[in-house]
């Protein structure tokens, strides 16, 4: 969630195609009037995003095209997790299929988008994400022409991109959102979570690279990688089996964004919850991760899916893991045929 990246992917601490590093000019960078072959291979397009420089320096977002084969009746902005980046082929063929142009954002510091001298995953707040995902729907909406544009997010991305939504509410940027089970919680014992909060202040303030002493997990990650227990490949440096080091400070700003949704947003569009049926704590693989979320508690997603607004609908699904879309093939296609139906419906 060491083997050798996938073809085409850049090693570890190199930046992906394009993409320079610091200070260095590079006028290859693909940009929006002349995107460049994606490391997915033919059909998909690379854009880099230039962002503000942050606190590290400099900072770059990253845009994965697919084409839909005819004329688009919309598209699917997706943002993926904490530990992710997007390399789920299989969704952005769903979509295409039906019509759909589909984009998958890279944020800042993960996949793509990592520059060398970066921290994975790290930010202060996930307010900081706002920017990337504001000119993602713009480049969408502008460049490209949509004036219907779906926000599907997963895990802390299903948590950002509410944030965001309720940020951008009455401006008709996106018409729905739907989340693949969103880090709505923390799937700690509630002492935990009470401690968690309690030193949110004194967490946020420690240096950038304060790491938690928490034990690796890999459960999960044996769980997908076909090395493993699974049947995806992806960049195990992009994506490793046991996961990012989880900062301090990082933790704090997940867990302010948690408390803020828990107070109740305001989104003014439909939004889709979809999360598993069950939820198992696992350390390490057992065969029962297959077949539930061993990342988060779906108890709690289902219990706080109904602060992010007024019109959700909330669907767990048996046998699902966390990310559904990774889940053995019959799960999966039931997840994207309740996709579509509520697509249907609401679109």
Not at 27 to 38: E, Q, S
Not at 235 to 249: N, R, S, T, Y
Not at 293 to 299: A, K, S, T
Request: charged share 20%; proline share 10%.
């Amino acid at each position: 969630m060491s083997d050798l990246p996938a073809p085409g992917v850049p090693a570890p601490g190199v930046p992906a195609p394009g993409v320079p590093a610091p200070g260095v000019p590079a006028p290859d960078v693909p940009a929006l009037d002349r995107p460049a072959p994606d490391v997915l291979g033919h059909g998909y397009e690379l854009t880099v995003l230039p962002m503000a420089d942050d606190h590290e320096g400099p900072v770059v977002a990253s845009l994965v095209r697919r084409r839909a084969t005819g004329p688009a009746r919309g598209a699917v902005l997706y943002v993926h997790g904490f530990t992710d980046y997007f390399f789920q082929t299989h969704l952005a063929d769903h979509f295409v299929a039906r019509g759909f142009d589909f984009y998958g954002l890279d944020l800042r510091k993960y996949g793509r988008s990592l520059l060398p001298h970066q921290t994975r995953g790290f930010v202060r707040s996930l307010t900081e994400y706002f920017p990337e995902i504001d000119e993602a729907v713009r480049v969408v909406r502008e460049r490209d022409g949509h004036e219907r544009v779906v926000l599907n997010a997963h895990s802390t991305g299903g948590l950002i991109a509410p944030l965001w939504a309720d940020r951008v509410r009455g401006r008709g940027l996106v018409q729905a959102l739907v989340l693949n089970s969103p880090f709505l919680d923390l799937n700690v014992p509630s002492p935990l979570r009470a401690a968690a909060d309690l030193l949110g202040g004194p967490l946020s303030r420690l240096p950038a690279r304060a790491v938690l002493p928490l034990t690796p997990a890999t459960a999960y990650g044996a769980s997908l990688h076909r090395t493993h227990h699974g049947e995806w490949d992806f960049d195990l440096e992009w994506k490793p089996i046991g996961g990012f080091p989880v900062h301090a400070a990082w933790l704090a700003a997940v867990r302010r964004a948690q408390r803020r949704l828990h107070g109740g947003l305001r989104v003014d569009v439909p939004v889709l919850v979809l999360c598993a049926e069950r939820g198992l704590r696992l350390r390490a693989f057992a065969p029962e991760a297959r077949g539930a979320d061993v990342v988060l508690d779906p108890r709690q997603i289902a219990r706080w899916s109904t602060s992010i607004g007024s019109h959700v609908t909330c669907v767990r699904v048996a046998g699902g893991m966390h990310d559904l879309v990774l889940s053995p093939a019959p799960v999966r296609e039931r997840v994207l045929a309740e996709i579509d139906r509520w697509l249907g419906g609401h679109l």
